[in-house]
């Protein structure tokens, strides 16, 4: 009783390490699984371990790079992650054990480095876009190898067709006659 005056219940009861805000998945985070695929605890844990892994903030970027994240700066918080489709996520949400506070501390020295979300879609854009073509390019080269073999086949058949015709020809001339 502080003041004289009693406390709310839940004010009350000291909650300690209850009170650390829970990382359990949102409604928002549900709608980005059903729509990508991607599942919020394996994002999860693919995230802190590449925090937990890496040294520094340049190692930490480069960590995320290979996991198919970008880390960026976002709109209403200090940084993001941008998935391969090009959804965010609260990067604070997806460290374990991590305050913000602390992850701003090992972030700082790359700051001016880490571009906006929509600087990182646009690379995503474009990298899919890369990888698109040259899928293309790979299959309409493995089109055009199985065209020329096709039409080999059919030329080598076709001339022992006409090789036939003329024989038949010949027989038919010789009988005519």
């Not at 700082?108 to 990888?131: F, H, M, N, P, T």
Request: no cysteine; charged share 35%; proline share 2%.
């Amino acid at each position: 009783m502080e003041f004289g005056l009693p406390l709310p219940d839940r004010l009350a009861q000291d909650r300690g390490a209850e009170r650390q805000r829970k990382k359990e998945q949102t409604l928002a985070e549900k709608a980005q699984y059903d729509e990508t695929g991607i599942d919020p605890v394996q994002l999860r844990a693919e995230i802190t371990e590449a925090y937990r892994r890496s040294d520094s903030a340049e190692a930490f970027q480069a960590a995320l790079k290979e996991k198919g994240y970008v880390l960026s700066t976002g709109d209403r918080r200090a940084y993001v992650v941008v998935d391969r489709f090009g959804k965010v996520h609260s990067l604070a949400r997806q460290i374990e054990g991590v305050r913000t506070r602390d992850l701003n501390k090992k972030l700082l020295s790359i700051e001016q480095q880490v571009a906006g979300v929509d600087e990182a879609k646009a690379g995503i854009r474009q990298r899919d876009a890369a990888a698109k073509l040259r899928i293309d390019q790979r299959v309409a080269r493995g089109m055009a190898e199985r065209s020329a073999k096709l039409s080999a086949l059919h030329r080598a058949r076709r001339q022992k067709l006409d090789v036939r015709a003329q024989e038949l020809a010949t027989i038919h001339a010789a009988e005519r006659m």
